[in-house]
Nanobody, 130 residues
Framework: VHVMESGGDLVQPGGSLRLSCLAF??????????IGWFRQAPGKARREGVS?????????YYASSVEGRFAISRDNAKNTVYLQMNSQKPEDTGVYYC?????????????????????WGQGTQVVVSS
């Protein structure tokens, strides 16, 4: 399976943006995968898991920095994962990556995934600035 993110843009503080992630190239349906969004802030080496969802029951995990403002969702029929970002802050700036994994089965653990595991996209840039 491969994934490709889109939707990154320049947005003003307080604004909203929706990122999309298309999964393709595999016979498995998207609903077989745990999904997650990670971000890498400028100048930081580590990618932070901001929002993840486990495939078994749809349970989600959100980093404390985004809880209440971001929402992860999926459309299995379209093989697409979304990240709705509201009330954005300058500290939300970064490259956002979509990640799939076939058997973590735990949302919080999914958001601790390291880059050598799972399927990662190339990322999409989000800049929150006035």
């Amino acid at each position: 399976v491969h994934v490709m993110e889109s939707g990154g843009d320049l947005v003003q503080p307080g604004g909203s943006l929706r990122l999309s992630c298309l999964a393709f190239g595999d016979g498995e349906s998207l609903d077989a995968y745990d999904i997650g969004w990670f971000r890498q802030a400028p100048g930081k080496a580590r990618r932070e898991g901001v929002s993840c969802e486990q495939s078994t029951d749809g349970r989600t995990y959100y980093a404390s920095s985004v809880e209440g403002r971001f929402a992860i969702s999926r459309d299995n029929a379209k093989n697409t994962v979304y990240l709705q970002m509201n009330s954005q802050k300058p500290e939300d700036t970064g490259v956002y990556y979509c990640v799939l994994h076939p058997f973590i089965r735990h949302a919080a653990a999914m958001c601790q995934l390291t880059q050598d595991l799972g399927t990662w996209g190339q990322g999409t840039q989000v800049v929150v600035s006035s």
